[in-house]
């Protein structure tokens, strides 16, 4: 009976909500009566006859905030989804946030307190590398259970973490294909942010462009974090003239970053330009018009046209505003709290030990992105898609990879 | 005569007050905090410690001095960077790392495609090098930032400015130089020393006590600082620069001197962080952290070393507790700290306590009506007692312009200095 | 010539020159204000940024009024205009507040600053949101200028620099030219004899902070055509603005034109020929070395104190 009951579960969408409160309170009891707390929590989880904590973990202040508000919202809107469905084994899920206010060891502090103190059975959190870097050590010292949903630069597999959003080769690989057939490019300007994601990025994409699309980089920039003034980077580009600028500027130099880029007349007629750092919500800041034309290459774009994803949009702006952007990342964090639902029901527990071992393999047909499958490496197969940004601040996909298998260490291009 | 009597006529802890502040400090650092609190907050507060070496530093430097630094974080990164550098080869040895392309490098070296560990990262393989390199480096640094600002009487504001923008650089080019440093995400996952687990519970007690034992022992070499004469000079200095300059004294090089002091202890600091958060990153070393130790300091109150340890847990048990509670008004709080503790409190929590104490007549010391030195430039009275014992003294110091030696000249001329005004400042 | 022509190299030359002129309109904008609280009374002012901030806020705001009423194209005006007022204004009471207790401490107006600039952080975080946003710029501001087909100069380029010539041009006519200015300065020089001869002090110190936080305001309005805003925006600038105005020698405004103009053309260079983080370290870094040598600045004033 209960795996009818959580295949049905399973099928529950959002726009149903309203009407399925009910019976997923009735069925819900019932649930946690199949499942005996003593039995599903043998670890001293904070698990309770009703409910389960999990922590929600991101900067809510500093200067992170900007980039992680749309995550705690996602993840926030997803809690309250499955809520409302009747929970996880017929447990409602307690949120405990915490505030990792853009600064490293914070992370770390707090995940500490939310692990041995507050016992989370599972935290859904982080956003820099440096964040995740700081706090993971403390994950695999308490075996914690962390959904980290940013695009980042592969070169890491932790059993204590599920990784939602996509590692380097799968954000990288499939876009400079696309680009160089489709635009028939032979010459790269890279240009980045100056810390790891980008770096790496960038030598992933160098060795790629080198070596199998027998192009040629032509430079290699990278701009201290914050910087705003990018006058004698854009006449180094000038002067090389790339046929594709490939960029991952992040932050507040991205916006200034496309601004004067635009300004020096560098728009989208005459230059063709593949970001792996832009999305809805950093368009926000740019202003369309000064992107219009450009290319990102991610894994989600807000304008999707599908089923799970129209839905998503719907009930996102319902809960957080009419004027709320999703982007990439946005999305991925969505899908942390339902990957931890369906891990957790497969697993009929919630000793850390037994989810991690029940989610790979697991494919999550509803995700807003289009089906997913978790990989023994806790990394997600995704498609890769290219955007094309308008005016409006959305993006048209002009490109859709197929299924590309998640490669954190990528061999030949280390 | 007692020990306890013989502590209490010591000038060196600063009278029955200063004893009873210290054994107050102590019960709570060893015996309260531990016994009251759970391993998780434990280790927590010994974070915060790491914290009171910068401002214990910037109560000798800022409150005797009135050389406000924004850069302390150089120096409390320098010695955790030091120390992570150390605790990250060990924890990269062939084995552990052989998913790399070169094994046996830190993992970060390896994404940015060093494959060999750089020149300046060998002589980290041995501890005795890493801790003479923590006391030894940021004080070297020190000496030169200092030589080059004091020798031309660079000074108030300017220093200040000047050390954040030296505290800019040093982050820049850390985040810059990723290969070599870690970059922004810093040096991570550090597990051992010398084989010996640092995550354990019982590793985070004893590195606690270590550092609380530390973090005592640069108390007391800064009160024995401040109360030689080098102290009363330091005071003298604050307050009235030119005329102890006229008495025949090289200002620069006191000056000198208590920046290496208070950079190396904030390298103490630095070291012991590392070992107890077991990891480092630059957002120790910018701008932002520099000036939150000031605030840490002055809300303790700047003149007084163990308001400096109060005032650093305070701040920080409160940046804590409310960022866990309401993180949006966190800021609110922290910004208005600083202002109210600036316009209305100058002195912090000494000074509130020191208020208290002489109206209701606590720990009423016979030899000793405590009173602390003033923070603004008004220790008029400081000032006639010091340029009579130092103009005394001062043929002897003008020949030796080495501080070191000035210092272990201090004759103990206590009888014609422990005038009360001065006597406070030991507090 | 490293295989490109004569022509490709004198185009890039004269569009780094303008980058670096630009930049230095920029940087001399931002240190105007400072240069005036800084300079003329002592101030150590870390909240400058965040008035900065005020005057972003207000141009993002009003061209979201204006994008709704349909006067796009010609309220940056307007903006500028109320981005003055407004950080005048606030300027103007965070005086009478906070600054004019600490006159005799100016180690401590850093530290009191640095909270007012905590707190204003949080306000704009809670009152616009933390994501960082953008005002809708004017068509007519938005592309580049061609001299010759090769050649780009970016028209929000020329503007920030025009409005900084309008600025410092004010700046001077005001302290040098003006009434006001000669009490300014008569009290920088000689507090008890400025009060002496009927000058109000308190009022004329008032004003001159009001005044340098209401170009920072303008300057705020400036860089949204160049960058976006956000809560910390104001961050990015600090640091800057007092390495121009020390480097420059703080009483003086044409050092601090002469050091922005000199700081701006470094880095410019400097990030032409080497990667841009280790353009800004090397130019912070001669500052720094200069300053060690000539603590005073390149310009320094006359004046003992």
Redesign the interface.
Known sequence: MSTLNRRGFMKVSGALVGAMMAAGLVTGHAFAADYPTAKVNTTGLAVTDTTVKVGILHS????M??SE?GSIQAEKLAIEQINAMGGILGRKIEVIQ??G?S????F??KA??LL??DKVASVMGCW???SR??A??VFE?DNGLLFYPTFY?G?EQSKNVFYTGQEATQQILAGLDWIAKEKKAKTFYLIGS???WP??SM?IARKHIEQHLGGKVVGE?????????F??????I??KKPDVIYAAVVG?SN??WF??L??????SSKQTMLTISVTE??V????G?NLAGFYSAMKYFQSQDNDANKKFVEAFKKRWGKDAVIGDVTQAAYLGPWLYKAAVERAGSFDVDKVQAALPGYEFKDAPEGPVTVEANHHLTTKLRIGQWGKDGQAKVVYTSGYIKPDP?PKGY? | MTLWEKMCASDLLGGKQGVIGLAVLAAVIFLVLPLGV?I?RL??IG?YLTYAFVAVGLVLLWGHGGILSLGQGIFFGLGGYAMAMFLKLEASDPITTK?Q?TPGIP??M????LTALPWFWEPFKSLPFTIFAVLTIPALFAYIIGYAMFKRRVGGVYFSIITQAVALILS?LI??Q?GYTG????M??L?TMLGWDI?TDSAKYILYYANGLLLFGAIFLSKYVMSSKFGMLLLAMRDKEERVRFSGYDVSNFKIFIFCLAAMMSAVGGAMFTLQ???M?P??VGIVPSIEMVIFCAVGGRASLIGAVYGTLLVNYGK?VF??TY??L??FLMGGLFIAVVMFFPNGIAGIWDKYATKYGWFKDKAVTAKKPEVSTTGVETHAVLTETLSAEAAAATESTDVAASVKKTTRKKAAISSPNIRGAEA | MFG?SMA?IG??VV??G???L??FT?LLLMALGLAIIFGQMGVINMAHGEFMTIGAYTTVMISKVAASYGFTDYYFIFAIIIAFGLAFAVGYLVEFAIIRHLYKRPLDTLLATWGLSLVMQ?IF?STF??????A??PEWM???V?PTPDI?I????LFVMGLAALVTFGVYMFMYKSRWGLRVRATVQNRTMAGAVGINTAKVDRVTFALGCGIAGIAGAA?T?????????GT?YIVDSFMVVVFGGAASIVGTIASAFGIAQA???L??FM???M??VSTLLAIVTILMMKPEGLFASKLRK
């Open positions: 809510a202040t500093g200067t905030a900007i508000t915490e505030d206010a600064d490293w060891p914070t770390a502090e500490k307190k041995e103190k820099t590398s440096a870097k700081a993971l050590p010292k630069e070169l100056d810390y790891i770096r790496t030598k920039e990278y701009i201290a974090l914050g910087d705003t003034q006058g004698s980077v854009i006449n180094k000038k002067l507040g916006v200034a601004k004067q635009n300004a020096a007349g560098l728009n919500d950093e926000l800041g740019i202003g018009e260490f280390q | 759970d998780f280790n927590l974070k998913i392309s993992d970060f390896d994404w940015n495609q820049i985040v810059g990723q970059g922004v995400n810093g991570t996952d597990r995550r958060v077991g990891f990153s957002s120790f804590t960022s866990e993180p949006e966190w800021l | 490109y490709e185009n890039i569009m780094q303008f980058s670096g630009s930049m920029v949080q975080r949101g933390a994501k960082e946003v953008s809708e710029l938005l592309g580049s061609n780009d970016p028209i929000n380029g860089f055509t160049i960058a976006s805003t956000g809560p910390t925006t990015l880095q410019s260079v990030q032409f990667t841009s983080s353009g800004k």
